[in-house]
């Protein structure tokens, strides 16, 4: 089994940058990814980013790529927003693949098997 609790989202305006923290706890994880995902009223979930419990791959949707940043640090992996605009207001989720040793399809929803809870990022322009 994996906990995770999510936090750092809130409203901010467009320019301006958030940061999301998902702590990250249970079962061995050396061979996990850590995923964002987001979900915005009205629409599907959409992948975000993902990043590799050891060796630290990273990997981004093409929306966010050059803006958003992932990163671990021991138990927290963090979700860095810059720049950010009206269009990524939404709810983000952290995920975990708990057995991924070959980052197979780090993009696909249906790998992950634990979800946070959310988050709402809300951008005003």
């Known amino acids: 089994q994996v906990q995770l609790v999510e936090s750092g989202g809130g409203s901010v305006q467009a320019g301006g940058s958030l940061r999301l923290s998902c702590g990250v706890s249970?079962?061995?994880?050396?061979?996990?990814?850590v995923g964002w995902f987001r979900q915005a009223s009205g629409k599907e979930r959409e992948f975000v980013a993902a990043?590799?419990?050891?060796?630290?791959y990273t990997d981004y949707g093409d929306a966010v790529k050059g803006r958003f940043s992932v990163s671990r640090d021991n138990a927290e992996v963090y979700l860095q927003m810059n720049n950010l605009k009206s269009e990524d207001t939404a709810v983000y989720y952290c995920?975990?693949?708990?057995?991924?040793?070959?980052?197979?399809?780090?993009?696909?929803?249906?790998?992950?098997?634990?979800w946070g809870q959310g988050t709402q990022v809300t951008v005003s322009s």
């Open positions: 995920a975990v693949d708990s057995t991924n040793p070959y980052r197979l399809q780090i993009r696909a929803l249906d790998r992950y098997d634990f």
């Open positions: 249970g079962s061995t994880l050396r061979s996990a990814v």
């Open positions: 990043i590799t419990w050891g060796a630290g």
